[in-house]
């Protein structure tokens, strides 16, 4: 072993090889830690600067002697852009994945043991095969293993939304090295991921690095659905005209026609999703990347490691799992720091999908208690009469006040008190089932309701029910927002093909008048032929 070497100025190497007058925000403060060969936890907004914290400590720490940084990454297209941007600024680096020949690996292996790497990208499930790990014990012995980077590390957590199997064995990092330092780094942490990666990866010992999970150039606007591809148009046209900008949509299948839709409407989009043919997603993803004013339309497939600095918008068709995935996904807008837009179209049909999703997957109780729980807060979020982003960065932890940035803030919504028309509906679903032993679906309460004698009223008989009509002051869309706050709160839930309602147990205080709601006074939908049809 050599006697250690004095560490570089870490400000130095930021100006020298980056070109970087000065660190940001907390940048400094990991760097140094870590160079110094302490164990961290970083989270990080997207865009925050993540790289740094691990590639200026790798430098350093390799001028000093220590050796190779070994960063794991589960993004191939991730690991190429971060080596291609250190060759540029004549970083030695390389990766190791599948698309490699085995020439390329042998290559790269030589060069490793030779110690000329400063940071090797490795993918998790090759990192932990016992033929790497055997070279590490080998640069180990010779005092050459300096650092171990985890990037994207809530990739361990099964609450998480990106979760990899892979993961979940890098705790051997810890086990066979316990003498290398190890920073993990991620842009997605509640207290629920937080607390799994430090367990998963067993770094409870690790110095915590949580910067502000603020991004102050993100408007945030979430509307009700009423027409979503028209109201999406309406958003890209008003504001966002020739602008690039990303949609998500949940299912394959409405990104292609969304897509395709948008086309028709003269609007340049692109599709990418899972399932096409893999050249042609490339090909997608690099016009989007190098054209100007490409509007993508994707499933969350896209997105991890994608660093467009200048998307101006993020549209979201389908409502998200939860808060970390919305704030994830639109996090990709505006990473260059000019004003960029996160909008987001939500309806009934988007609270129902989201639970039955939750309660129809194989996964255990706890699991869907967790899933059930982090969904609720989303809801809330888009359910929200007060500042988007207080309810945002409450959910991170942090507190802050009304942002003046957010469209609750920008025009503070009107309100009714719907507790009594909560009752009225709550009641008329459980007139349905004492009436006839029958369940129906938000059409046809929304017409009873309302009092309209359609032919199915008639067939029922529901006009001679007592709730026949006693919502008449209301409009339809009215009490489609009443419905989906209703399901959202789980009061009530939409069961089987048909989405007919049933009442749950916590209706019971709710139709006693013990719960009060308030409600966002909508804009006024266009009349519709009610096909009964959830929006
Ligand atoms: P993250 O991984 O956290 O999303 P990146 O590491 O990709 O963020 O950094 C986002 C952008 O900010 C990159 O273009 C990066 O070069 C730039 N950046 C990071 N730190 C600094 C800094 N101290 N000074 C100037 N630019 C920086
Ligand atoms: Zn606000």
Redesign the pocket.
């Known amino acids: 072993m050599h006697p250690p070497m004095p560490l570089p100025s870490t400000t130095a190497i930021?100006q020298e090889v980056?070109g970087?007058?000065?660190?940001?925000g907390q940048?400094e403060a990991i760097v140094e830690h870590v160079a110094h060969g302490g164990d961290a936890l970083v989270l990080?907004?997207?865009?925050?600067?993540?790289?740094?914290?691990y590639q200026v400590p790798a430098i350093a720490r390799h001028r000093a002697g220590q050796g190779v940084t070994v960063v794991v990454s589960p993004l191939i297209a991730l690991m190429h852009d971060q080596v291609g941007a250190l060759h540029e600024v004549g970083v030695p680096s390389a990766f190791l994945n599948s698309t490699l020949s085995l020439d390329e690996v042998q290559h790269t292996e030589r060069e490793l043991m030779a110690g000329r790497l400063v940071l090797l990208y490795v993918a998790p499930e090759r990192l932990t095969t016992p033929r790497f790990l055997a070279l590490l014990e080998r640069l180990h012995e010779q005092g050459k293993l300096s650092l171990f980077a985890i990037d994207e590390a809530h990739c361990v957590s099964q609450w998480g939304h990106d979760f990899r199997e892979d993961y979940l064995h890098l705790h051997l990092l810890h086990e066979r090295f316990p003498a290398v330092p190890r920073i993990a780094?991620t842009?997605t942490a509640d207290e629920h991921t937080r607390a799994d990666i430090l367990v998963r990866l067993q770094l409870q010992e690790a110095r915590l690095f949580v910067s502000s999970f603020d991004r102050p150039n993100i408007r945030y606007t979430l509307v009700e659905k009423d027409n979503p591809r028209a109201q999406l148009l309406r958003f890209i046209r008003d504001e966002h005209e020739g602008e690039a900008g990303v949609v998500y949509c949940q299912s394959r299948r409405k990104v292609e026609e969304t897509a395709a839709w948008l086309c028709q409407q003269g609007l340049r989009a692109l599709a990418y999703h899972a399932g096409m043919e893999a050249a042609q997603r490339q090909q997608n993803q690099d016009r989007f990347l190098r054209e100007d004013g490409l509007i993508m339309v994707a499933t969350v497939a896209f997105g991890m490691g994608i660093?467009k600095?200048d998307v101006r918008f993020v549209a979201h068709l389908d409502l998200p799992k939860n808060i970390e995935a919305y704030y994830q996904e639109t996090g990709r807008a505006g990473?260059d720091g000019a004003d960029a837009e996160a909008w987001l179209a939500y309806g009934l049909a988007d609270v129902v999908q989201q639970r039955r999703m939750i309660d129809d997957s194989p996964a255990h109780d706890e699991f869907k208690r967790v899933q059930r729980h982090k969904l609720d807060a989303l809801l809330a979020l888009a359910e929200a009469h007060d500042c988007r982003r207080v309810r945002l960065l409450a959910y991170f932890g942090e507190a802050s006040q009304p942002c003046g940035n957010c469209d609750n803030c920008l025009s503070p919504p009107d309100t009714w008190d719907a507790t009594e028309a909560t009752r009225k509906m709550l009641s008329c679903i459980y007139r349905f089932w004492q009436h006839g032993r029958q369940r129906f679906g938000a059409g046809h309460l929304i017409d009873v309701l309302r009092g309209r004698r359609t032919d199915k009223v008639e067939q029922y008989g529901h006009h001679s029910l007592t709730t026949f009509g006693v919502g008449a002051d209301l409009s339809e869309p009215q009490w489609r927002a009443v419905l989906r706050q209703l399901v959202a709160l789980g009061h009530v839930v939409a069961e089987g093909e048909f989405n007919t309602l049933v009442l749950t147990d916590s209706a019971r205080p709710v139709l006693k008048g013990e719960v009060q709601l308030t409600l966002k006074v909508s804009v006024e939908a266009p009349k519709r032929s009610g096909n009964g049809r959830l929006r």
């Open positions: 930021l980056f970087y007058p000065a660190f940001r940048q990080m907004p997207t865009g925050g600067g993540k790289s740094l914290c780094l842009a660093d600095p990473r």
